[in-house]
């Protein structure tokens, strides 16, 4: 039992990584107050993600999937292209996502003069207790 | 010898990762980003998917960096805490 469990973990060890790279992105996420530091989070979540994906469809002993006729009818194994024609779409999706939150977060410097985010909603309730004020 | 650059590769994608969340000054965590990127696009020629690895050394290890450095010079670039 032991012994089928450490070979389940050790040969697995592509899997265990790009878990422990999801957590640490997640926590960046969840646990920065300076959004540059959750995009930064988010970016690391995405490419562990990725690598989950890539690691799906390794082949052992496969070559890149660039073949000739010749090298199937010879018997050579080559990796699933499948999971690699997602991860280029993904890949792209990921740098528009980063580059319109990089926008988002600019617009937010320039109206609040800081990126900590209890900061920007400290001034938005300030800024809606004035505006509720009656005026007499 | 192929699993060892591997699990040398992991190590270090994993280490740079944590340096990356935690560093306070954001530029330098930037920078360890587009390493971190780097470093990703080597696991992926490891793997055999090297469209994959084009794609992450020019676009997320290249134009992600640029597009952050872009951003952080028009705001501060030290997080408060």
Sequence with gaps: MVEWLTAEISSKYNYWVSILLMLIGFYAIIAKDNLIKKIIGLSIFQTAIFLFYISLGV???????IVSEEMILKGYAYVNPLPHVLIL???????????VALSLIIRLYEEYGTIE???????????????????F | MTMLIDFALLFLVIIIAIAAVTLKDLLSATLLLG????????????????????????????????????????????EKK
């Design chain 2, 35 to 78: 390493a971190y990127s780097f470093l990703m696009a080597l696991i992926w020629v490891g793997m055999q998917s090297v469209d994959v690895a084009f794609m992450e050394a020019s676009v997320g290890a290249g134009a992600t960096t640029a597009f952050m450095i872009a951003a952080l010079s028009r705001m501060t670039r030290w």
């Design chain 1, 59 to 65: 082949v052992r002993k496969g070559t890149a999937p």
């Design chain 1, 89 to 99: 779409t993904a890949i792209v999706v990921a740098v528009a996502t980063t580059a």
């Design chain 1, 117 to 135: 985010e209890t900061e920007i909603i400290g001034a938005i309730k300030r800024k809606e207790a004035d505006q509720d004020r009656p005026a």
